[in-house]
């Protein structure tokens, strides 16, 4: 079982920075890979970034390639998502997860979620 709870999001304006952190408590959080998703007013959840158990494979959604940044330390049991020049269309309830399965992109892979950070980004 793991434990997931997203903090960092917060209204701001766009061109700004962010940093996204998940802090997992259970057991072997080592094990899995950490994905971010995201879900906007009206739409599906979808993905955004994954990085496997090590950090030595990062996976990127094209729409947020060069902007985002995934990482993770296994010592302090905590994911982070950096996003850097922020856009409107970035605004949406931004969801960490937790998978043991083998595709990083897929929703139904992963077995834990928290429950989200809201990021509002003005214009």
């Known amino acids: 079982q793991v434990q997931l709870v997203e903090s960092g999001g917060g209204l701001v304006q766009a061109g700004v920075s962010l940093r996204l952190s998940c802090a997992a408590s259970g057991r072997s959080f080592s094990s899995y890979t950490m994905g971010w998703f995201r879900q906007a007013p009206g739409k599906e959840r979808e993905f955004v970034a994954a990085?496997?158990?090590?950090?030595?494979?990062?996976y990127y959604a094209d729409s947020v390639k060069g902007r985002f940044t995934i990482s993770r330390d296994n010592a302090k049991n905590t994911v982070y998502l950096q996003i850097n020049s922020l856009k409107p269309e970035d605004t949406a309830v931004y969801y960490c997860?937790?998978?043991?399965?083998?595709?990083?992109?897929?929703?139904?892979?992963?077995?834990?979620w928290g429950q989200g950070t809201q990021v509002t980004v003005s214009s």
């Open positions: 990085i496997s158990w090590s950090g030595g494979y990062r």
């Open positions: 997860a937790a998978s043991l399965g083998v595709g990083p992109h897929q929703i139904s892979e992963y077995d834990y």
